[in-house]
């Protein structure tokens, strides 16, 4: 078992910046890759970022590309997902998963464990 803690959500103008953390407890030596997904109301949850925990390999969606960067801190068992320049379509649960596949997928059923999610909400 692993858990997933995640932390930093909240309110947010459009263009301020957010920085979610997610600190993984238990069996974590299975884990090969973390990564964050995003689902807002009324729509399927979507891949939003990985990273690779040995090699530090990284992933995004188009839509975060060049304004989201995802990074780990292996002594800490944490990964952050740093969001620059968000949009009100950013606002979404955003959930931290872990998985034991490399190359970064993409899928959700391609992940194990899953935090509580923390709520981003980007509004005037």
């Known amino acids: 078992q692993v858990q997933l803690v995640e932390s930093g959500g909240g309110l947010v103008r459009p263009g301020g910046s957010l920085r979610l953390s997610c600190a993984a407890s238990g069996r974590t030596f299975n884990v090969n890759t973390m990564a964050w997904f995003r689902q807002a109301p009324g729509k399927e949850r979507e891949f939003v970022a990985a990273i690779s925990w040995s090699y530090s390999r990284t992933s995004y969606s188009d839509s975060v590309k060049g304004r989201f960067t995802i990074s780990r801190d292996n002594a800490k068992n944490s990964v952050y997902l740093q969001m620059n320049s968000l949009k009100p379509e950013d606002t979404a649960v955003y959930y931290c998963?872990?998985?034991?596949?490399?190359?970064?997928?993409?899928?959700?059923?391609?992940?194990?464990?899953w935090g509580q999610g923390t709520q981003v909400t980007v509004s005037e």
């Open positions: 998963a872990t998985s034991q596949w490399l190359g970064t997928p993409r899928e959700p059923n391609e992940y194990t464990y």
